[in-house]
């Protein structure tokens, strides 16, 4: 396979494969951090969880644990590998894990899973260390051919030298011997002073393949034989099929077949248009079951009733405070509902056979992918095989593997491969979204400054559904995530928990996560003591961190950069203001600072974005820019515009028209703002996302003197002379 083509996949027999022909095959027991070795010999016992493949000829290999999907982790984990062993980046090639948790389980989530900013984190030590363990073994198979110590070899471009001697071996020539030898226990790491990838900008390993178009994605998959189609449910969540008449959809030309299932209707044709109009012709009566009166009143409703339940204590520390005390600030803030419209439209391309599956599909989860599969067909786990490819998009959607059970349900029914293709309205109708959340939260001071601080967060839990041992305690670990640890010394400090199930809704991880919510509530609340105390909002949060010396910097360098303090330039009907957002989050400070103008009716321009981000060390710096930028449109999107609003059980949005994301002339000028560090890499696919909605809102509060507790921004509030 070419290195900048798509993963294909590997499985144990291919690794096995690869030993044979005289490879070196590293392995890292991520969950204890051990390195392995699998020796050639046939009596040596297999180490699994293989990262690294050196074959005799050379060519190196990494089976890449971690799904691409436009965050650049393909090329961050291949320069950790590359710059331990001294390869150049260009040389390395990918394929993409098997599915497999004990082997290749992300050693925050214990499963296979891609999300939540944690693949730098996850393996920036255990990459480095199989990197390293690599060169080590190379260099001691090097030193023994040539009867010398291994301290006096050096390494280079895929070699190992003996200057003394002026003798030279490939990693290829080497790779048999060291797959001999014993790994080090514990082996030494380039100091970060030595770098010569890591931190520096490196052109991406995949964008040759993004850019000729070559590269395959899920949808791109057409096993010999396949057939194409589309589906619809029952709009109503929960919702069963009564009564199908398909005898129109049957007519369409390259219609082959109509698959009713008990939730759901499939057409099958020849290609995906004759599919969708087949589609189109279905007569379909709906059961429309416990949920039809669903709406979004009646759920915001429930939410509030929830939330006067007593939570689970998640911090409970010095003086506590209550709403309605004097002298107490007490706010509200609510996040809507919210779906991910990835680019890449849901699909799944399945081949039921009676005794195996197929499932090719670009998945954040490739196990739980595997498990839904076999569930769905009722095959074992290991007779389901699954090929995971490049995803455009996933924002969390790709977390969940309900495409794939619908679409092996449907493919059961059919002689032949199929690709279940979902259309834009489909999937934005029936999808699972970012849950509604309300949060609660109040403070008293002291001289200005909080001296005690409740927080109350109320919405579902994904995570006691989604990976249950993490749910103890009652506590939902993502949705307080932003709450129970923030920048700001407080005094005392109280957080709780209330989970709160919407009735009927599926929900699910959006990009951003828990401090989606949790960040917009503190620096919202943030900004409105500084109103209340008549303080600058930049030093009344420098007042807040003496003790938190990155976090000061962040903000520090982004009111720099983006001239806080001096006048905004102005036009008649126009308000204008500058708002700050500062999140400690996915173990990244990030300060981000909005300009807004609002019109006099209301509309909102936000004109430029200024980050400042500290995630430690950038491992690739200009994939750090960019995780930032592409998270800064995302939740502008969000704020600005997203919304999911249900009624009548039936969600109301159906394509980009009226779920909008920014448009050119909506994008403000980005900066961002890179300050390095010596510290291990923090996440930084979801900061950006996070940062930019309570800065535009704390702009807007700057620029009105109205501040905004509901997402997304309503216009009709920020009129001029409205009272609120």
């Known amino acids: 396979m070419d290195k900048h083509s798509p993963p294909t996949g590997a499985s144990r ?15 890292v027991d991520l969950p204890l951090g051990r390195l392995a070795v699998a020796r050639e010999d046939a009596g040596a016992a297999f180490a699994p969880d293989a990262f690294i493949r050196i074959a005799g000829d050379g060519a190196v290999t990494l089976i890449m644990p971690q799904v691409e999907m436009g965050q650049g982790i393909y090329t961050a984990i291949s320069m950790m590998i590359a710059e331990e062993l001294d390869l150049p ?39 480095r260390k199989a990197g390293a363990a690599a060169r080590a073994m190379l260099v001691e198979a090097a030193a023994k051919r040539w009867q010398v ?53 490196q052109t991406r390993l995949d964008i040759e393949g993004k850019g000729n178009g070559s590269v395959k994605y899920g949808i791109d998959a057409l096993p010999p034989g396949v057939k194409f189609a589309t589906l619809v449910s029952c709009p109503v969540p929960g919702g069963k099929v009564k009564a199908v008449d398909d005898a129109a959809a049957r007519a369409v030309a390259g219609v082959r077949q109509v698959v009713v299932l008990e939730d759901l209707v499939a057409v099958v044709a020849d290609h995906m248009w004759a599919a969708k109009k087949g589609l189109e012709k279905l007569a379909i009566t709906w059961d429309e079951g416990a949920n039809a009166d669903i709406s979004t009143d009646s759920l915001r409703a429930a939410l509030y009733e929830a939330a006067k339940q007593q939570g689970v204590a998640v911090k409970n520390e010095g003086p506590d405070v209550q709403p309605g005390q004097p ?18 439209p849901m699909n799944c391309t399945v081949h039921v056979r009676p005794d195996a599956c197929e499932v090719w599909i670009g998945t954040q989860v490739m196990t ?138 599926p929900t ?91 019109a006099d009716d209301g509309r909102v321009t936000v004109r430029r974005l200024v980050t400042a981000v500290d995630c430690g060390m950038p491992v690739n710096p200009d994939g750090v820019i960019s995780q930032i930028q592409g998270g800064l449109v995302f939740g502008l999107s969000a704020a600005l515009h997203g919304q999911i609003t249900f009624e009548k059980g039936r969600v109301q949005q159906s394509n980009f028209h009226d779920y909008r994301v920014v448009r050119i002339d909506e994008m403000p000028a980005v900066e961002v703002h890179l300050m390095p560090t010596a510290e291990a890499p923090g996440g930084i696919g979801e900061p950006g996302t996070t940062t930019v909605q309570p800065a535009v809102a704390n702009a807007i509060y700057a620029a009105t003197g109205v501040q905004l507790t509901r997402m997304p921004i309503d216009p009709k509030r920020l009129a001029k002379g409205v009272r609120t």
């Open 508 to 598: 699910c991880f959006w990009r951003g996560v828990g401090p989606n919510y949790n960040v917009f509530t503190v620096e919202s609340f943030i900004d409105r003591l500084a109103f209340e105390t008549k303080t600058d909002p930049l030093e009344y949060r420098r007042g807040l961190l003496g003790a938190n010396p990155r976090a000061l910097a962040v903000l520090n360098k982004a009111a720099a950069q983006a001239g806080w303090g001096t006048p905004l330039p102005t036009a008649a009907g126009q308000r204008v203001g500058r708002g700050i957002c500062l999140q400690t989050v996915f173990g990244s400070y990030l300060s981000t600072i909005a300009e807004v103008a609002v």
């Open 89 to 127: 980046l260009a040389s390395i090639r990918l394929e993409a894990a098997p599915a497999s948790d004990a082997l290749y389980g992300n050693p925050l989530f214990g499963i296979q899973a891609t999300g939540g900013s944690t693949s730098v984190r996850a393996y920036w030590t255990p990459m």
């Open 13 to 27: 027999r291919d690794l096995l494969r690869g030993l044979a022909y005289g490879g070196l095959l590293l392995a």
């Open 327 to 344: 002298g107490v600030i007490s706010a509200m803030y609510e996040l809507p509902f919210l779906t991910h419209a990835p680019m890449e």
């Open 368 to 505: 739980k992918a595997q498990a839904a599969a076999a569930q769905a067909s009722g095959l074992k786990p290991e007779q389901v095989t699954v090929h995971n490819h490049l995803i455009g998009g996933g924002f969390g959607r790709r977390l969940e593997v309900d495409m794939v059970d619908k679409a092996v349900r449907i493919a059961a029914k059919v002689d032949s491969p199929v690709k279940v293709v979902w259309t834009r309205e489909e999937d934005i109708r029936t999808a699972m979204y970012r849950s509604t959340y309300g949060t609660w939260i109040s403070a008293k001071l002291e001289n200005g400054k909080p001296v005690a601080w409740h927080h109350k967060v109320v919405g579902p839990s994904i995570i006691a559904r989604w990976l249950p041992p993490a749910f103890t305690g009652g506590i939902d670990i993502d949705a307080i995530d932003g709450a129970s640890e923030q920048p700001y010394a407080v005094g005392g400090f109280h957080v709780e928990y209330v989970r709160h199930e919407p009735q009927g809704v």
């Open 149 to 201: 110590d291994p301290s006096t070899c050096e390494t280079r471009d895929g070699a190992v030298l003996h200057t003394a001697s002026n003798r030279t071996l490939t990693y290829g020539e080497l790779a048999a011997a060291a797959s001999h030898l014993t790994p080090p226990a514990k082996p030494p790491l380039k100091d970060p002073k030595a770098f010569r990838l890591l931190g520096k900008v």
